[in-house]
């Protein structure tokens, strides 16, 4: 495998902050979304950024957090090396994330789980201990962009 670039692929539930953990790794990021009348707009084909991190070419793709963009999740994970979930800890465990979680635990891939709007009152990161005792799980804020390189970071180091 040629670790000089690597495909990581970004899962997560509808607003868990997908494309603002993107867009904070890569401010130049591409979004392909919808707008739908008073409700923020929803990536409902992918996001796209990419970054170098220790002379290796970093590709991230987000995912469509609904549940009836499933197939363009299967197209997105095609040649990926590695993959991330990033988790809103101001709500439950969601059986997106949960179901995410469980396959790629049985993948093989490396996976993480990055645990998103920390910076909120209403966060609770023990939430998601269920799917995230086993695995990498650092508290982020996507929107700020606070702790998310240095995530990215380690967990690039801890598996590639």
Avoid: W
């Avoid at 987000?62 to 299967?74: D, I, L, S």
């Avoid at 590695?82 to 979680?101: M, P, S, Y």
């Amino acid at each position: 495998m040629d670790r000089s670039r690597l495909k990581i692929v970004i899962f997560g539930a509808y607003n868990a902050g997908k494309s603002s953990f993107i867009q904070a790794i890569d401010p130049e990021s591409h979004h392909v979304e919808a707008h739908n009348g008073d409700t923020p707009p929803t990536t409902v084909g992918l996001d796209f950024g990419r970054t170098v991190i220790n002379n290796r070419k970093i590709y991230l793709f987000g995912t469509p957090g609904q549940e009836r963009f499933e197939f363009v999740r299967g197209i997105l994970t095609r040649g990926m090396d590695g993959a991330i979930v990033v988790a809103d800890t101001t709500h439950e465990l969601d059986g997106l994330t949960e179901e995410t979680c469980h396959a790629l635990s049985t993948s093989g891939y490396p996976y993480a789980v990055f645990l998103n709007k920390c910076d909120h009152p209403d966060s609770r990161p023990e939430r998601y201990h269920m799917v995230t005792k086993s695995v990498f799980s650092p508290e982020i804020s996507a929107v700020t962009g606070s702790n998310t390189t240095e995530a990215l970071h380690k967990f690039l180091d801890m598996y590639f």
